[in-house]
Nanobody, 124 residues
Framework: QVQVVESGGGLVQAGGSLRLSCAAS????????MGWFRQTSGKEREFVAR????????DYAESVKGRFTISRDNAKNTVYLQMNSLKPEDTAIYYC?????????????????WGQGTQVTVSS
C-alpha cells in the first residue's frame, strides 16, 4: 500500500506561483511513475503532468505546458509540481497519484494510489 499526501496549495493572484509537494508514506514510490491531476466542481478529473520513475519520460497537458514543471526526488519519496504564471482557470483541487508501473500514460486508469487533494485558488 502507498499513501500519498499533497501539500502546498493555497490562494494566489493571477501571475503568481505555487509549488505543490507530494510525499509518500507506507511503502516507497519505488519503481512507480507519478502524476498530477486536477478537478473542478462538476467536471471530470483531468491530467496535468506525469513523470516516470527515473524521470526520463515527462509530459504535460497542453494547457499547462511552459508554465508547470514536474520533478521528483526519489531519495525523499517526494514529487513536486512547480506552477508559474498561474491563471484563474488553474483553480482546482490538485491530486497526486502513483502509477502501477515505472511508466504511465495520461489516463487515470494507469494510476493506482491517489491523495486527498490540495486546493489551488487563483484570483484574477
Amino acid at each position: 500500500q502507498v499513501q500519498v499526501v499533497e501539500s502546498g496549495g493555497g490562494l494566489v493572484q493571477a501571475g503568481g506561483s505555487l509549488r505543490l509537494s507530494c510525499a509518500a508514506s507506507g511503502r516507497t514510490l519505488s519503481s512507480r511513475a507519478m502524476g498530477w491531476f486536477r478537478q473542478t466542481s462538476g467536471k471530470e478529473r483531468e491530467f496535468v503532468a506525469r513523470i516516470s520513475w527515473i524521470a526520463d519520460s515527462i509530459d504535460y497537458a497542453e494547457s499547462v505546458k511552459g508554465r508547470f514543471t514536474i520533478s521528483r526526488d526519489n531519495a525523499k519519496n517526494t514529487v513536486y509540481l512547480q506552477m508559474n504564471s498561474l491563471k484563474p482557470e488553474d483553480t482546482a483541487i490538485y491530486y497526486c497519484t502513483a502509477a502501477r508501473g515505472a511508466y504511465s500514460s495520461n489516463a487515470k486508469a494507469d494510476y493506482e494510489y491517489w491523495g486527498q487533494g490540495t486546493q489551488v485558488t487563483v484570483s484574477s
